[in-house]
């Protein structure tokens, strides 16, 4: 049964804290992304990556960073430079850049 | 500066109704349009899409309307079900650089029965 998982579901972060999101596929997509989604906001694309070993910054990666180091994972790390870290994240997927995106279930992320 | 907006942050409809979502854009080098529907705590999935070189595309109840002119694209679902009730994005692609589409806000449905 392939897609797209994200965990976890919910993510708590404290001051000063870096975490990483994790985001893992099973579609033998070569292209990866990540975006945030605030309240009434469309979705903004962080990072994404069109191929293992390469990733590229998006509108608004200050603050986080990533790694594709296998094909079916492409996890992001919020780092404590992202001063409002507190938002929906998706994962996405496709099988070159810019295809049609599958996207994850999100992770929520709430700072204490 | 919003290069795909949608404007109404909200629609309600009764059930049986016809839903009708407005998508305008700004970047006359979009050539590709994709409309995204999202379940809350979901992500979004796939809905429809219509290339620059067509001005309409149907799947089903969903047919998307492209006017290249005016810049408008519209998303009509007929007839609107309870299970549509979701919010509904738009985007679009340019046909160079890295492909990726831009998304607007979203738009809310509620179909009410």
């Known amino acids: 049964d392939g897609g797209i998982t994200q965990s976890p579901k919910y993510l708590f972060r404290k001051e000063g804290q870096n975490v990483t999101l994790s985001c893992e596929q099973n579609?033998?997509?070569?292209?990866m992304y990540w975006y945030r989604q605030d309240p009434g906001q469309g979705l903004r694309l962080i990072y994404y990556s069109q191929i293992v070993n390469d990733f590229q910054k998006g509108d608004i990666a200050e603050g986080y960073s990533v790694s594709r180091e296998k094909k079916e994972s492409f996890p992001l790390t919020v780092t404590s430079a992202q001063k409002n870290p507190t938002a929906f994240y998706l994962c996405?997927?496709?099988?070159?850049?810019?295809?049609?995106?599958?996207f994850g279930p999100g992770t929520r992320l709430l700072v204490l | 500066d919003q290069q795909v907006k949608q404007n109404s942050p909200s629609l309600s409809v009764q059930e049986g109704r016809i839903s009708i979502l407005n998508c305008d854009y700004t970047?006359?080098?979009?050539?590709?349009f994709l409309w995204y529907k999202k379940y809350p705590a979901e992500g979004p999935t796939f809905l429809i899409s219509i290339s620059s070189i067509k001005d309409k595309n149907e799947d089903g109840r969903f047919t998307v309307f492209l006017n290249k002119s005016a810049k408008h694209l519209s998303l009509h679902i007929v007839p609107s079900q309870p299970g549509d009730s979701a919010v509904y994005f738009c985007?679009?692609?340019?046909?160079?650089?890295?492909?990726?589409?831009?998304f607007g806000r979203g738009t809310s449905l509620i179909v009410h029965p």
């Open positions: 996405a997927s496709s099988p070159t850049l810019g295809e049609t995106q599958y």
């Open positions: 579609l033998n997509h070569d292209a």
């Open positions: 970047n006359s080098m979009f050539d590709y």
């Open positions: 985007a679009a692609r340019t046909p160079g650089g890295s492909y990726i589409p831009t």
